[in-house]
Every structure is written in structure tokens, then in C-alpha cells.
């Protein structure tokens, strides 16, 4: 459902960090390319709307904290 997506922005947030660059080099796209993250829109990575999801991979990883 969309409650488990969220938009970078609000990643950033949560995270304390300011560089949304730095973020999505050095952890938002790190996450999707070992498939931890999907996008909402894969085709479209700048949609407007986009937002990201765990995976069946990322959500084992969520809940075994």
C-alpha cells in the first residue's frame, strides 16, 4: 500500500542528511541496484510523483530490527 512509500525528500529527513546528491549516490541508489528499493515509476526515475518501496528484500531487512 502507499503507506510504505516515501519520497526522497522525506528519506533525506529522516536521515538528518541536507545533500540530496550525496544521498542518492551514496545510499538510495545503492539500495535499488542490490534490491532493497524499487521505485514507484522505474521508466520514469524524475516523475513528479515518484516515490520508493521496499522490496520483499528490504522489508526482511526492516523487520528484523
Known amino acids: ?5 516515501i519520497r526522497d525528500r522525506d528519506m533525506l529527513a529522516a536521515m ?6 550525496n ?5 538510495l541508489n545503492p539500495a535499488i541496484k542490490e534490491g532493497f528499493i524499487t521505485m514507484l515509476y522505474p521508466d520514469k526515475p524524475r516523475h513528479p510523483r515518484q516515490k520508493y518501496l521496499l522490496t520483499v ?8 530490527k
Not at 1 to 5: L, N, P
Not at 57 to 64: E, I, M, P, R, T
Open 1 to 5: 500500500g502507499s503507506e510504505m512509500c
Open 16 to 21: 538528518q542528511l541536507k545533500d540530496r546528491e
Open 23 to 27: 544521498f542518492m549516490a551514496n545510499y
Open 57 to 64: 528484500k528490504g522489508l526482511a531487512v526492516y523487520n528484523s
